[in-house]
Every structure is written in C-alpha cells, then in structure tokens.
Nanobody
Framework: QVQLVESGGGLVQPGGSLRLSCAAS????????MGWYRQAPGKQRDLVAA???????SYADSVKGRFTISRDYAKNTVYLQMNSLKPEDTAVYYC??????????????WGQGTQVTVSS
C-alpha cells in the first residue's frame, strides 16, 4: 500500500510557474515508477510525466521543455516543476505510484488530486 498526498496547486497567470509535490507514505526507491497525470473537465486522465526506478523519464508531448519531474529519496517526494504555463494546462493533477510485487502484477496508487488553474 502507498498513500500519496499532493500539494502545490493553485491559480496562476499564463506564463507563470508552479511546483507540485507528492509525498509518499513509504520509501519511493521501492516503487517501479512515480508520475503525474492530469484530467480536465470532460476529458480522460492523461499522463503528464513519469519517472521509473531505472531513471527513465517520459513526458507528454504537450509539456516537453516546460515541465520537469524530479524526486527526492530522502523526503520520499516527487515533484513536478511547471513553467510557461498555458490555459490548456488547467486540470486536476494526480500523483501516481506503481508497485510491481511480481513481474506480472501491477498495482497503481493515486493521490487525491490538486487543482491547477491557468488564467488571467
């Protein structure tokens, strides 16, 4: 089991920056991956960025060059630095953690979500 608590959302003007944090209830070094997803009203939840235990990082095309995912093992926390924000980045952002207790089993855990609104 993994509990995830997000923070850092809010209202920001276009072109501004925000940093989201996701604190895990256990050592993140034992997780297969952690990442951020987002869901806008009426749309599906999509991957924004993810980082695996092997340091493989992936980003959605729409955020490449603007968002950066990072982690702090000492704090068991994953961050999403969001720069040059656009109105289309407005969504609820969810932290995700993946455990793979066996090679054929994948368990996904989710935070409660944090609202990011980009508007002037």
């Amino acid at each position: 089991q993994v509990q995830l608590v997000e923070s850092g959302g809010g209202l920001v003007q276009p072109g501004g920056s925000l940093r989201l944090s996701c604190a895990a209830s256990r050592r993140i070094s034992g997780l297969y991956s952690m990442g951020w997803y987002r869901q806008a009203p009426g749309k599906q939840r999509d991957l924004v960025a993810a980082i695996t235990s092997g340091d493989t990082i992936s980003y959605a095309d729409s955020v490449k060059g603007r968002f950066t995912i990072s982690r702090d093992y000492a704090k068991n926390t994953v961050y999403l630095q969001m720069n040059s924000l656009k109105p289309e980045d407005t969504a609820v952002y969810y932290c995700n953690a993946v455990l793979t207790p066996t090679p054929w089993v994948r368990n996904d855990y989710w935070g409660q979500g944090t609202q990011v609104t980009v508007s002037s």
